[in-house]
Nanobody, 124 residues
């Protein structure tokens, strides 16, 4: 069992930055993949970014490529999502997810563990 706790959400003006954190505890796997998803009001949850813990390989949705950066801190067992040049359309609840399988995963159903979510609101 893996527990994921997100933090770092909040209100920011367009063009600003925020960094989200996702701390993992419990049984973790060296090969697991960790991802970020988001869900805006009235919309489906969508993939944002993912990182393979052991390799550091990353993958991004086109909508955030060049603006968001996913990274991990092995010592803290924490994954970060640095979000720059934020836009009002980035407003959503952001969820951290993890799965013990290998390889980048972009689909919601491919992730076994989920955090509770953290709200990000970007004002225009």
């Amino acid at each position: 069992q893996v527990q994921l706790v997100e933090s770092g959400g909040g209100l920011v003006q367009a063009g600003g930055s925020l960094t989200l954190s996702c701390a993992a505890s419990g049984r973790t796997y060296s090969s697991y993949v960790q991802g970020w998803f988001r869900q805006a009001p009235g919309k489906e949850r969508e993939f944002v970014a993912a990182i393979i813990w052991s390799l550091g390989s990353t993958y991004y949705a086109d909508s955030v490529k060049g603006r968001f950066t996913i990274s991990r801190d092995n010592a803290k067992n924490t994954v970060y999502l640095q979000m720059n040049s934020l836009k009002p359309e980035d407003t959503a609840v952001y969820y951290c997810a993890a799965d013990p399988g290998g390889g980048i995963r972009q689909r919601e159903y491919e992730y076994l563990y989920w955090g509770q979510g953290t709200q990000v609101t970007v004002s225009s």
